[in-house]
C-alpha cells in the first residue's frame, strides 16, 4: 500500500501537481492523497468494498490524466 502511494505521489507530483495531504498513509489499509484539484484513493480490497466509492461517485464524469513516466 505504502509502495503504491509512494510511487503515485512521485510521479504526480513530478509532473507539477502539488501535495496539499495524505492520509491514512501508516495505518496501511487506505490512503487518500490530496493534490488539490485531484483527490487519489488507494484502498485495501475490504475497505475498498465497505467504503464503495464508485457507488458515491457514479454520477461524477470521468477524467483522463496523462502522466509521463
Excluded: S
Amino acid at each position: 500500500m505504502k509502495a503504491l502511494a509512494d510511487e503515485v505521489e512521485e510521479k504526480v507530483l513530478a509532473a507539477g501537481f502539488r501535495l496539499r495531504g495524505k492520509e491514512g498513509y501508516n495505518e496501511g489499509k487506505w490512503v487518500l492523497l490530496d493534490f488539490y484539484d485531484c483527490i487519489v484513493h488507494i484502498f485495501h480490497e475490504n475497505e475498498r468494498e465497505y467504503y464503495q466509492l464508485e457507488r458515491l461517485w457514479a454520477d461524477a464524469k470521468p477524467l483522463e490524466l496523462q502522466i509521463a513516466n
